[in-house]
């Protein structure tokens, strides 16, 4: 599977973006997928998951209430709605995907095996 990611930008504290990942292949729906997200100089962290099926998520506390992860799987897509975006956020964000993985595992980098590009998205104060 190929992941494209999209929306980034350069916004304002409290403002909203929505990240888009398009993913190809016919079997999308079976793919878990993940929201990744790097900061300078700081390590790729989890903001958001969620299994093929859509029965299982997983949302960063850092994120909650924030940040809403949905998929629509008539387009291939997973969207990332961001609001009340803080200057943390900033960061360079991946959508990743992965088959057969479970709840547990939904925010671990190292068990995805497809990645996209990533996205900047910069929040000033």
């Known amino acids: 599977v190929q992941l494209q990611a999209s929306g980034g930008g350069l916004v304002q504290a409290g403002d909203s973006l929505r990240l888009s990942c398009v993913a190809s292949?016919?079997?999308?729906?079976?793919?878990?997928v993940g929201w990744f997200r790097q900061p300078p100089g700081k390590e790729r962290e989890c903001v958001a998951a969620?299994?093929?099926?859509?029965?299982?998520?997983y949302i960063a506390d850092s994120v909650k209430g924030r940040f809403t992860m949905s998929r629509d799987y008539a387009k291939n897509t997973v969207y990332l709605e961001m609001n009340t975006l803080k200057p943390e956020d900033t960061a360079i964000y991946y959508c990743?995907?992965?088959?057969?993985?479970?709840?547990?595992?939904?925010?671990?980098?190292?068990?995805?095996?497809?990645w996209g590009q990533g996205t900047q998205v910069t929040v000033s104060s």
């Open positions: 292949g016919h079997t999308f729906r079976q793919y878990s």
């Open positions: 969620i299994k093929g099926d859509g029965g299982s998520r």
């Open positions: 990743a995907a992965q088959r057969g993985l479970i709840s547990s595992t939904l925010s671990h980098s190292q068990r995805y095996s497809y």
